[in-house]
């Protein structure tokens, strides 16, 4: 039975398939990875072959993914690198290595998607109505809440 390599896209940035997922270019060469489930394929445009992984913070990582994911929800969630680390069972440099590995994997994604973003029109109405709402009336003589003329 043939491996689906459909949801990959070739990664060299050269070829003239580089990006377009779906294209037919792919080929599955072999598994690998510790556990066998990494797809390593060849693209028969440019001839290149690389890991599912490539281009991708997991590239090259050590630690399993199950791991990376529950550093990364935990970071998600807003705590802190230490604390992240405790509840992981990690030590701090190590979250703070997949901080900044995660951190500039999604800034590059984000600034891929945001350089091809169209808006036709944009609404500011819940924007403006918080900030009418935080100026109220004037107090008298521009006091707040303290008695008049003290």
Do not use: Y
């Not at 281009?55 to 990364?72: K, M």
């Not at 998600?76 to 990690?90: C, F, N, P, S, V």
């Not at 994604?109 to 709402?133: I, M, Y």
């Amino acid at each position: 039975m043939p491996v689906d390599v459909s949801d990959l896209c070739c990664v060299h940035p050269p070829c003239p398939d580089a990006g377009r997922r779906s294209a037919g270019n792919l080929r599955f060469l072999w598994w690998s990875g510790k556990a066998k489930n990494i797809r390593f394929v060849l693209c028969r445009s440019c001839g290149s072959r690389f890991s599912e992984r490539k281009g991708t913070p997991l590239f090259g990582a050590r630690l399993p993914v199950d791991q990376i994911e529950a550093i990364a929800k935990h970071l998600i969630e807003g705590d802190g690198q230490r604390k992240t680390g405790r509840l992981t069972g990690h030590r701090q440099e190590t979250v703070a290595a997949w901080t900044r590995k995660l951190g500039l994997h999604a800034r590059a994604v984000h600034d891929e998607l945001a350089l091809r973003l169209q808006v036709p029109e944009a609404q500011f109405d819940e924007k403006w109505s918080f900030v009418g709402k935080k100026g109220g009336p004037p107090h008298p003589r521009g006091t707040r809440g303290g008695p008049a003329g003290g």
